[in-house]
């Protein structure tokens, strides 16, 4: 076998496949020399382009692996038309950066865009912008309440990035090749622990993240790998007796700095172990690949004099808008993850660049509880009026009638053109927008039908010409109810007020989503429809004047709704062919019901049994009159009520609740026992073996349940872990149920109907 030649490519096993490594570095970059960290301060001080207070300075001497190259591009950084320094001018601001490397293990993770419309156990810091002597410098506050709060932010920030996506395979054979963007941090909190500076990756978390999991191993799942990565980046150095105190920051910086002399001894010790002549270990390539990478350090920023936004809040905005562009482009982030970072960057000029006369008192507050800062509770408080529910629904109610004001409307959709780029926005375009702000209290709860209810936000939502009229003021209720008799008698607010209540509580839960030409139906059907008609035309119609049936629908789907849960017939249970007493959730009581004018209670019954809302009903409700015309049988009707369902990726997942079964013995056994004594006759290896099955699938159920309940608290990370993971599950299940129902002859006519 010829002897390995260095810089030849190297094949290596990674998890379930082979990568080609095609370039590795078989020595280690040592730590830089104090006197040129001390070099680099000095220099960025005097930089007249860069704009950094002196502890930023030393987290980004800490930082760089060659502070000597990065001290000769700021003393260069004296006139901007010959400067070094790297400069991209943005909407408002020009932002000034330096070219590095830094060492992967001083790189905190900022707030994740990607997940920025996922409800998480952990929540994002406050974040402020810094000035001084009214300039805008280039470094945030982030404000936690604890220590541990930031930690755990991390380690969430990293589990959840890796659960979307990774480039290991790619980072294993070619290091990181793209600069990430980052820029100086102070962490603040409010527990009164001193404050620690550092730098923050703001662009290509990603990257970030997938550099931590090559250095965790091809094993390691995201849990374990942010599990790492938060480990190294609070290693704190323990302080002797005789040593003289030191700053947090200081002691976290040495910390992570024997972390890195740890690494480097142990791939020293690979390389010396693979001998000359030798590749290097998979263990020595990870250490290489992952050790640093390359970086645009933001280290200055210059507003322009158009900006309306205060100098605090320029970098950030700068920021953000360098992110949208990129990621519109480049492995964008999905269409919810996009509308909330414009949304919120939209508001937050608003509320800073608008005049006294366009924008309400008290815009700050809502901007808090519409980016989730202020929970649905906080509503009351935030409109100063306690008579206001405390619910989710309200607050969606609230939000919908304060950002749909013509003067903030107009506003608020021209700040949203200018961050997207875009010359027009239309009414369904700004609804996406605020799709993902109104469903922030149910996210986790309904999120199996978030991508229907999204839709339906982009197709209209419940934005019609008279909700966005001037002129009106939601009618303030317990019982939505209560708003018919006014409705009836010609009340606008008490129409528009049903409107959006239960418009967003029909496309929350499910029951009214993007039409398209396949649902079109004349048999009522779970997913159909009789007619074709955008989703804020049929809430249109169901709040048209007259419209008892509407007035009825939209009322009861308000009063019923719930933030925690979704009804017995969101669909999705009933679009996998279910019996109603296997829906699962809204068993106990919580389903939307078709209204019968006739009834005393208004609820259509058939045997006595009240009928169960589908999407079809609510579409007759807003029309009845174009309904009966096309419902009326004709010779040409040859539609059998057959055609595409609305699937949903999910509920595949929902086919396992077939697979439960009560049992008192709730004792796990490997089914593999069961057949392992060939002595017992097969009729007792057989009922053996269909205990043990009952047993597992007993405890399955208990475990499938567990995991559900703490689903309801958050969005991320998958209850049931990566893809594959989902996928070997999933395939394991679908055996199970496929293997049972292939049985089913075996019982026909012996079936017991349960009450």
């Given at each position: 076998?010829?002897?390995?030649?260095?810089?030849?490519?190297?094949?290596?096993?990674?998890?379930?496949?082979?990568?080609?490594?095609?370039?590795?570095?078989?020595?280690?970059?040592?730590?830089?020399?104090?006197?040129?960290?001390?070099?680099?301060?000095?220099?960025?001080?005097?930089?007249?382009?860069?704009?950094?207070?002196?502890?930023?300075?030393?987290?980004?001497?800490?930082?760089?692996?060659?502070?000597?190259?990065?001290?000769?591009?700021?003393?260069?950084?004296?006139?901007?038309?010959?400067?070094?320094?790297?400069?991209?001018?943005?909407?408002?601001?020009?932002?000034?950066?330096?070219?590095?490397?830094?060492?992967?293990?001083?790189?905190?993770?900022?707030?994740?865009?990607?997940?920025?419309?996922?409800?998480?156990?952990?929540?994002?810091?406050?974040?402020?912008?810094?000035?001084?002597?009214?300039?805008?410098?280039?470094?945030?506050?982030?404000?936690?309440?604890?220590?541990?709060?930031?930690?755990?932010?991390?380690?969430?920030?990293?589990?959840?990035?890796?659960?979307?996506?990774?480039?290991?395979?790619?980072?294993?054979?070619?290091?990181?090749?793209?600069?990430?963007?980052?820029?100086?941090?102070?962490?603040?909190?409010?527990?009164?622990?001193?404050?620690?500076?550092?730098?923050?990756?703001?662009?290509?978390?990603?990257?970030?993240?997938?550099?931590?999991?090559?250095?965790?191993?091809?094993?390691?799942?995201?849990?374990?790998?942010?599990?790492?990565?938060?480990?190294?980046?609070?290693?704190?150095?323990?302080?002797?007796?005789?040593?003289?105190?030191?700053?947090?920051?200081?002691?976290?910086?040495?910390?992570?700095?024997?972390?890195?002399?740890?690494?480097?001894?142990?791939f020293d010790k690979e390389i010396a172990n693979a001998g000359e002549g030798n590749p290097p270990s998979l263990r020595a390539i990870q250490i290489a690949q992952s050790y640093q990478v390359p970086t645009h350090v933001t280290v200055g920023v210059r507003a322009h004099e158009r900006t309306a936004l205060p100098a605090e809040d320029v970098f950030d905005d700068a920021l953000r808008s360098i992110l949208a562009s990129v990621h519109v482009e480049?492995?964008?982030?999905?269409?919810?993850?996009?509308?909330?970072?414009?949304?919120?960057?939209?508001?937050?000029?608003?509320?800073?660049?608008?005049?006294?006369?366009?924008?309400?008192?008290?815009?700050?507050?809502?901007?808090?509880?519409?980016?989730?800062?202020?929970?649905?509770?906080?509503?009351?408080?935030?409109?100063?009026?306690?008579?206001?529910?405390?619910?989710?629904?309200?607050?969606?109610?609230?939000?919908?009638?304060?950002?749909?004001?013509?003067?903030?409307?107009?506003?608020?959709?021209?700040?949203?053109?200018?961050?997207?780029?875009?010359?027009?926005?239309?009414?369904?375009?700004?609804?996406?927008?605020?799709?993902?702000?109104?469903?922030?209290?149910?996210?986790?709860?309904?999120?199996?039908?978030?991508?229907?209810?999204?839709?339906?936000?982009?197709?209209?939502?419940?934005?019609?010409?008279?909700?966005?009229?001037?002129?009106?003021?939601?009618?303030?209720?317990?019982?939505?109810?209560?708003?018919?008799?006014?409705?009836?008698?010609?009340?606008?607010?008490?129409?528009?007020?049903?409107?959006?209540?239960?418009?967003?509580?029909?496309?929350a839960d499910k029951l009214l989503t993007r039409n398209v030409g396949s649902s079109v139906s004349r048999t009522r059907a779970p997913g159909k429809v009789p007619f074709r008609g955008d989703v804020h035309k049929i809430i249109e119609g169901l709040a048209r004047e007259g419209n008892e049936l509407g007035f009825w629908t939209l009322a009861l789907a308000a009063q019923r709704f719930e933030d925690g849960r979704l009804p017995r017939n969101s669909g999705t249970r009933q679009?996998?062919?279910?019996?109603?007493?296997?829906?699962?959730?809204?068993?106990?009581?919580?389903?939307?019901?078709?209204?019968?004018?006739?009834?005393?209670?208004?609820?259509?019954?058939?045997?006595?049994?009240?009928?169960?809302?589908?999407?079809?009903?609510?579409?007759?409700?807003?029309?009845?009159?174009?309904?009966?015309?096309?419902?009326?049988?004709?010779?040409?009707?040859?539609?059998?009520?057959?055609?595409?369902?609305?699937?949903?990726?999910?509920?595949?997942?929902?086919?396992?609740?077939?697979?439960?079964?009560?049992?008192?013995?709730?004792?796990?056994?490997?089914?593999?026992?069961?057949?392992?004594?060939?002595?017992?006759?097969?009729?007792?290896?057989?009922?053996?073996?269909?205990?043990?099955?009952?047993?597992?699938?007993?405890?399955?159920?208990?475990?499938?349940?567990?995991?559900?309940?703490?689903?309801?608290?958050?969005?991320?990370?998958?209850?049931?872990?990566?893809?594959?993971?989902?996928?070997?599950?999933?395939?394991?299940?679908?055996?199970?149920?496929?293997?049972?129902?292939?049985?089913?002859?075996?019982?026909?006519?012996?079936?017991?109907?349960?009450?």
């Amino acid at each position: 076998m010829p002897a390995y030649e260095t810089g030849a490519p190297i094949t290596v096993d990674w998890g379930n496949q082979q990568i080609e490594v095609s370039t590795v570095d078989h020595q280690l970059p040592d730590a830089s020399a104090v006197e040129d960290r001390n070099k680099l301060v000095k220099a960025g001080l005097n930089a007249k382009l860069a704009s950094l207070p002196e502890d930023a300075w030393h987290a980004v001497a800490r930082a760089t692996v060659t502070p000597e190259t990065v001290a000769l591009q700021l003393r260069e950084a004296h006139d901007a038309h010959a400067s070094l320094l790297l400069e991209e001018h943005v909407d408002g601001a020009t932002l000034r950066s330096v070219h590095s490397r830094v060492w992967l293990s001083e790189l905190f993770p900022a707030i994740q865009p990607r997940t920025g419309q996922e409800l998480l156990a952990v929540d994002d810091p406050q974040v402020l912008g810094m000035a001084a002597d009214g300039n805008s410098q280039a470094i945030l506050r982030y404000r936690y309440e604890s220590l541990n709060h930031l930690k755990r932010h991390v380690r969430q920030t990293i589990a959840a990035t890796l659960y979307r996506n990774s480039y290991e395979e790619s980072i294993l054979s070619r290091r990181v090749t793209r600069a990430l963007i980052v820029h100086p941090i102070i962490y603040d909190f409010d527990d009164a622990t001193e404050s620690i500076f550092g730098l923050v990756a703001r662009d290509g978390i990603t990257r970030l993240a997938s550099a931590w999991k090559v250095l965790s191993g091809p094993d390691s799942d995201p849990e374990e790998t942010a599990s790492l990565a938060a480990n190294t980046l609070f290693a704190q150095y323990q302080i002797s007796d005789s040593e003289p105190a030191k700053p947090l920051t200081q002691r976290m910086a040495l910390g992570r700095q024997n972390r890195r002399k740890q690494l480097r001894e142990e791939f020293d010790k690979e390389i010396a172990n693979a001998g000359e002549g030798n590749p290097p270990s998979l263990r020595a390539i990870q250490i290489a690949q992952s050790y640093q990478v390359p970086t645009h350090v933001t280290v200055g920023v210059r507003a322009h004099e158009r900006t309306a936004l205060p100098a605090e809040d320029v970098f950030d905005d700068a920021l953000r808008s360098i992110l949208a562009s990129v990621h519109v482009e480049f492995k964008p982030w999905d269409t919810a993850a996009q509308n909330v970072e414009v949304a919120a960057r939209a508001l937050k000029r608003v509320l800073h660049g608008s005049t006294g006369s366009t924008v309400e008192n008290g815009l700050h507050a809502v901007y808090e509880l519409a980016v989730g800062l202020r929970r649905a509770s906080d509503t009351p408080d935030v409109y100063g009026n306690q008579s206001i529910p405390g619910n989710g629904l309200w607050r969606a109610v609230q939000l919908l009638h304060t950002l749909t004001r013509p003067a903030i409307f107009e506003e608020l959709r021209s700040r949203a053109k200018e961050i997207k780029g875009d010359r027009r926005m239309s009414d369904k375009g700004y609804a996406g927008l605020l799709g993902p702000i109104v469903d922030h209290p149910w996210r986790s709860s309904k999120k199996s039908a978030a991508p229907q209810a999204r839709n339906a936000w982009s197709n209209g939502g419940v934005l019609f010409k008279e909700v966005l009229a001037d002129g009106w003021a939601p009618m303030v209720t317990t019982d939505f109810t209560t708003l018919i008799k006014p409705a009836l008698e010609g009340s606008r607010e008490a129409r528009l007020t049903l409107a959006l209540a239960g418009g967003t509580a029909l496309i929350a839960d499910k029951l009214l989503t993007r039409n398209v030409g396949s649902s079109v139906s004349r048999t009522r059907a779970p997913g159909k429809v009789p007619f074709r008609g955008d989703v804020h035309k049929i809430i249109e119609g169901l709040a048209r004047e007259g419209n008892e049936l509407g007035f009825w629908t939209l009322a009861l789907a308000a009063q019923r709704f719930e933030d925690g849960r979704l009804p017995r017939n969101s669909g999705t249970r009933q679009q996998l062919g279910l019996p109603n007493d296997q829906a699962g959730e809204g068993n106990d009581g919580y389903q939307h019901l078709v209204v019968d004018l006739d009834a005393p209670d208004h609820i259509l019954r058939e045997d006595g049994k009240p009928v169960l809302l589908l999407e079809w009903d609510v579409a007759v409700a807003s029309d009845p009159e174009r309904a009966r015309q096309v419902l009326e049988p004709t010779d040409a009707d040859g539609d059998d009520g057959r055609g595409e369902e609305d699937t949903d990726a999910n509920d595949a997942s929902d086919a396992s609740k077939l697979l439960t079964t009560r049992n008192d013995d709730g004792q796990h056994e490997d089914p593999s026992d069961a057949a392992a004594d060939t002595e017992m006759p097969v009729e007792q290896q057989i009922q053996e073996g269909r205990r043990v099955l009952a047993n597992c699938l007993t405890l399955a159920k208990a475990s499938v349940d567990e995991l559900e309940k703490l689903g309801q608290a958050v969005t991320y990370p998958p209850l049931f872990g990566p893809a594959k993971a989902w996928n070997d599950l999933r395939d394991a299940v679908l055996h199970v149920l496929s293997t049972i129902q292939n049985h089913e002859g075996d019982y026909s006519g012996e079936r017991v109907e349960e009450d």
